[in-house]
C-alpha cells in the first residue's frame, strides 16, 4: 500500500494537467471497447466479440497482419523500440496504422484491448469495476508474436488483461525507410510470418515509397498518462 501511495504520489507530479485521475480510487477516463457481461475476468477471457473483431479486422494497405487475436501485448524490452501508445475510440487497424505513419522511426503497430480499471485502485477499491480500453501501442523494431507476452499484471486486486491482440508490420519497402533512423546501430531479426521476409532488406532503397495514409485517426490522448508520452 505504501508503494502504490508513492506511486500515485509520483504520478500526480509529474501529470499536472491530471491530478483528478491520478488520486486514490479516482474515475478514470472512458474506455471505448466493449465490456462484457458479466464484467468479471473469467467473461474477458473469453469475450467473442474480442475475437470476432480482431479475427475480422481489415489489414492496413501496406501493411501485413504478423499476428492475430492474441491475449498479450507485445512487451517493451532492452532490446526493442517501444515508441509508445494511444487510446483509439474503436478497434480500428487503420487508425492505429496512419499514427505510425506519421511517426518517425515507427516501423509497426499492436492493436489490442485491455481490461483496464474504471476507478485508480487503490485500498479503498481494490477491485473496481472494469472498462474495456483500445490501445494502439506504436514499434520503431519488429512486431512479432515471440515478444506478445505481456499477458497482464496486477493493480492492488485488479487484474488488468489484454485480448484481441493483433501485430502490424509496415511491408518491407515502407519499413525501409522509417527504420534507417531509428535503427542505425542495431540488428534485428525481421519476422517472417505471412509471406514477407524482411529480413532480405537489409540493404534500404532511398527511393521506397513510404505510405502516405491520412485516414484521419480517431486518436484519443491518454489522460491518465498526463495527456504525454
Ligand atoms: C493466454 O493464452 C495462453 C495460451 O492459451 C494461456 O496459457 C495463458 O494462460 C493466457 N493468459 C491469460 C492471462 O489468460
Given at each position: ?28 477516463p ?6 462484457p457481461s458479466?464484467?468479471t475476468?473469467?467473461a474477458f ?11 475480422n ?23 526493442n ?14 487508425s ?17 484491448f ?28 519488429p ?6 507476452t ?31 533512423s ?11 510470418q ?32 498526463g495527456?504525454?508520452?
Open positions: 500500500m505504501f508503494a502504490l501511495l508513492a506511486t500515485v504520489a509520483g504520478l500526480a507530479a509529474f501529470a499536472t494537467a491530471d491530478t483528478a485521475t491520478t488520486s486514490a480510487c479516482s474515475a478514470q472512458t474506455g471505448y471497447g466493449p465490456v458479466p464484467n475476468e473469467a477471457k473469453t469475450y467473442t466479440q474480442f475475437t470476432t473483431i480482431s479475427n479486422a481489415i489489414t492496413p494497405s501496406l501493411y501485413q497482419r504478423t499476428f492475430t487475436n492474441l491475449n498479450a501485448s507485445s512487451f517493451a524490452t532492452s532490446s523500440v517501444y515508441l509508445g501508445y494511444y487510446e483509439l475510440a474503436s478497434y480500428d487497424p487503420a492505429c496504422t496512419a499514427i505510425c505513419d506519421t511517426t518517425s522511426g515507427c516501423v509497426g503497430t499492436n492493436l489490442y485491455e481490461r483496464s480499471p474504471s476507478l485508480l485502485p487503490a485500498a479503498a477499491c481494490p477491485n473496481p469495476a472494469a472498462i474495456t480500453l483500445i490501445k494502439c501501442a506504436l514499434w520503431g523494431s512486431v512479432a508474436s515471440v515478444d506478445a505481456n499477458d497482464g499484471q496486477y493493480q492492488a486486486s485488479f487484474h488488468a488483461l489484454i485480448a484481441g491482440s493483433n501485430g502490424y508490420m509496415k511491408l518491407p519497402a515502407q519499413a525501409c525507410s522509417a527504420i534507417s531509428a535503427w542505425s546501430g542495431h540488428s534485428y531479426a525481421w519476422p517472417t505471412g509471406g514477407y521476409n524482411w529480413q532480405g532488406w537489409t540493404s534500404m532503397s532511398s527511393s521506397a515509397a513510404k505510405s502516405t495514409t491520412t485516414a484521419a485517426a480517431q486518436r484519443v490522448v491518454p489522460a491518465r498518462y495527456g504525454t508520452w
